[in-house]
């Protein structure tokens, strides 16, 4: 069991450029997320999927995109990076039936936009 | 939405001291508030959660106590050792059965000095 897989560990993009950041769970979890992590700024939720097939808003959304491909994978897109998503991004899943709700964290990604 | 204040930001206790990690919510329908540990380099991991009809919950060195009425909880590590040093989160939110958007706080950054 790999838990949760994120790829690339490390990016550095141009302003303007654009990147797809890839999650993956083997668990069979229903829920996955994304969040970015800033300094003194604790994790803030970009988007979720709930399930299979849908897609919503969190926090701060603006400027990403993203894809659930399957029950397996969530992808992030940045269309256009800006130096105002330098960040490290981690993406979670989560299994939603029954009581249990622990949140399985990947080990991030570290994007520096130039 | 849900707000979470946590405090303090940094912590530095003596090895086998304890050491207490204090939140507040603003949701009082938030029931559900769980305490991640990050690592450097690596995700959050959940470390203990708490229920909001429960007042207290234990797990051999870590306790978590949750106070509704003032809306705040708090995570006390007893005996303190080198490897709890990392940064703690909480969070809180409103389960529904779907998607769960967990609201964190901002980080403590607890080292334990030998």
């Known amino acids: 069991n790999a838990g949760v897989t994120q790829t690339p560990k490390f990016q550095v993009l141009k302003t303007g450029q654009s990147m797809t950041l890839q999650c993956a769970q083997d668990?069979?979890?229903?829920?996955m997320y994304w969040y970015r992590q800033d300094p003194g700024m604790g994790l803030r939720l970009i988007y979720y999927?709930?399930?299979?097939?849908?897609?919503d808003k969190g926090e701060v959304p603006n400027g990403y995109n993203v894809s659930r491909l399957n029950k397996r994978e969530f992808s992030l897109r940045l269309e256009s990076a800006a130096p105002s998503q330098t960040s490290v991004y981690f993406c979670a899943s989560r299994q939603t039936s029954g009581s249990y709700n622990e949140q399985f964290f990947g080990p991030g990604t570290r994007l520096t936009v130039l | 939405g849900e707000n979470v204040e946590q405090h303090p930001s940094t912590l530095s206790v003596q090895e086998g001291d304890s050491a207490v990690i204090k939140c507040t919510y603003s949701d009082s329908a938030s029931n559900y508030f769980p305490w991640y540990k990050q690592e450097l380099g690596k995700g959050p991991q959940l470390i203990i959660d708490?229920?909001?009809?429960?007042g207290e919950k234990k797990d051999q060195r870590i306790a978590v106590t949750l106070n509704k009425t003032a809306k705040h909880f708090s995570l006390h590590i007893t005996e303190t050792q080198p490897e709890d040093s990392a940064v703690y989160f909480c969070?809180?939110?409103?389960?529904?059965?779907?998607?769960?958007?967990?609201?964190f706080g901002t980080g403590t950054q607890l080292k334990v000095e030998l």
């Open positions: 999927s709930a399930s299979e097939g849908t897609t």
């Open positions: 668990m069979n979890h229903n829920s």
């Open positions: 708490i229920r909001s009809n429960v």
């Open positions: 969070a809180a939110v409103r389960l529904t059965g779907g998607g769960n958007k967990l609201t």
